[in-house]
Nanobody, 124 residues
Framework: QVQLLESGGGLVQTGGSLRLTCAAS????????MAWFRQAPGKEREFVSA????????RYADSVKGRFTISRDSAKNTAYLQMNSLKPEDTAVYFC?????????????????WGQGTQVTVSS
């Protein structure tokens, strides 16, 4: 069983930055691919970014390419999402997810573990 705890959300103005952190409670963190998803009010949950267990493969949604950066620190069992140039349309609850696999996917149903989410609000 893996527990994920997100932090770092908050209220920021358009153009601002936030860094989300996802701490994983597992001794085998290095074998998990990690991802970030988000869900805005009245909308379905959508893929944001994912990183393989080795960190060698990274994928982003087109809507965040060039603005968001995913990374991981296996020594700290932690994944990060650096979000720059934030826009009001980035407002959502952001979720961290993990799957015990060598590959990454944009399909939320293929992730085994989820955090409780952290709210990100971007004001215009």
């Amino acid at each position: 069983q893996v527990q994920l705890l997100e932090s770092g959300g908050g209220l920021v103005q358009t153009g601002g930055s936030l860094r989300l952190t996802c701490a994983a409670s597992t001794r085998t963190y290095s074998v998990y691919a990690m991802a970030w998803f988000r869900q805005a009010p009245g909308k379905e949950r959508e893929f944001v970014s994912a990183i393989t267990s080795s960190g060698s493969i990274i994928r982003y949604a087109d809507s965040v390419k060039g603005r968001f950066t995913i990374s991981r620190d296996s020594a700290k069992n932690t994944a990060y999402l650096q979000m720059n140039s934030l826009k009001p349309e980035d407002t959502a609850v952001y979720f961290c997810a993990a799957r015990r696999a060598w590959t990454i996917t944009e399909v939320d149903g293929e992730y085994d573990y989820w955090g409780q989410g952290t709210q990100v609000t971007v004001s215009s």
